[in-house]
């Protein structure tokens, strides 16, 4: 049989407009004052919990990343001659990526690690005497690891910051800035002091608290809006959707919460609905609310939008790609430059 040349080949390589909600970062410039004193009080400082973040540091955050994301091109490049470390030891797409994409984007260079087994770990040496080592070696480091402690650890050790890109089932906090981010470039008028009754919004969750980092890192973010949050109902199955004391943390900030199992009558409430089905779990990953599926067929109520931190699995289906529900992938997009906002903001030389 004759090979042909694949039509795709044929034409240059071009982006197509499909999604919704890619380009709106102005409406967010526009309705935001700069302020860099918040953003300079988070510099050489580590992160590790979405808890360590005030809501005007998050409004100045989200605003520097429609700062990189209104720019054509990157004329500045503030980290050269910086080393990121970048250290995952469980998978990732998206975040590892996009940090390093990020890191080279601003002009620094990279080191990394992917697989513990080959460092000094193997030999039994300590996470103490690696982050030690990594106080010489570089500027930063990113740390993913299913050890929800090993970051603590460094921590103690670390004289270069440190960044949380998912430690266990405890807490993703920059996935949680990229879900902000996209947040509110679709409404920017929650990070307002003030939110009408009519702008509020309700937020619906499909996942498990207790078990996923994104959604606990995500909490802790809607709980410094909560002035601009009807309700975040959490639709779960599970007997015990949230950890000791964090409903109680929520609630503290004024975030009003409802756990329910019903995803089919509430779905039409929702301006956002959250979803993800996968924890991972040491060296594996638990499935949650798997019987919760959202598709083109899904009572979603019109102009509301979708969010999912990625990979997704059957829960989330292809053909919501194409409609105006679709903001996922923006806000896969949109994390490159939340993390270029908070890496250059953490870097100050
Ligand atoms: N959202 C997220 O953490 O994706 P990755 O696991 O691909 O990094």
């Known amino acids: 049989m004759v090979k042909k040349v694949h039509p795709k080949l044929e034409e240059p390589v071009e982006a197509e407009n499909w999604t919704e909600g890619i380009e709106q970062p102005l409406a967010l410039l526009d309705q935001i004052d700069e302020d860099i004193a918040s953003t300079a009080e988070i510099a050489n400082h580590s992160v590790v919990s979405a808890r360590q973040f005030s809501r005007q540091q998050l409004i100045q955050l989200c605003r520097l990343a429609a700062k990189f994301e209104t720019q054509q091109s990157f004329g500045q490049f503030p980290l050269t001659g910086k080393i990121l470390i970048s250290a995952f030891y469980e998978p990732s797409t998206r975040t590892r990526l996009s940090f390093e994409s990020v890191w080279h984007r601003l002009g620094g260079d990279i080191i990394s690690i992917t697989d513990p087994s080959t460092t000094g770990i193997a030999k039994g040496e300590s996470l103490k005497d690696v982050a030690e080592m990594m106080n010489h070696y570089g500027d930063m480091v990113v740390l993913r690891d299913s050890n929800e402690k090993a970051i603590y650890e460094m921590l103690d050790v670390l004289r270069i910051p440190i960044i949380n890109a998912g430690n266990g089932t405890d807490e993703h906090p920059t996935q949680a800035l990229a879900d902000l981010y996209a947040i509110i470039k679709w409404r920017p008028e929650l990070m307002m002091d003030e939110v009408s009754e009519d702008q509020k919004i309700t937020i619906g969750i499909i996942g498990n608290p207790s078990r996923m980092r994104t959604v606990r890192s995500l909490l802790l973010f809607l709980s410094r809006i909560s002035q601009g949050i009807n309700e975040v109902v959490i639709i779960s199955n599970s007997t015990e959707s949230f950890s000791p004391g964090q ?72 053909d919501l790609d194409n409609t105006e529900h679709n903001w996922y992938f923006a806000q896969a997009r949109g994390a490159v430059f939340a993390r270029m906002a908070l890496m250059s903001s953490l870097v100050r030389f």
């Open 247 to 318: 409903r109680e943390e929520l609630e503290a900030e004024g975030l009003k919460l409802r756990v329910t199992h019903d995803l089919e009558s509430e779905l039409p409430s929702f301006d956002i609905t959250y979803i993800n089905a996968i924890a991972w779990v040491g060296n594996t990953y638990e499935e949650h609310g798997i019987e919760y599926k959202l598709s083109k067929s899904s009572p979603l109520k019109k102009g509301s939008i979708i969010l999912h931190p990625l990979a997704r699995g059957e829960e989330l289906s292809t």
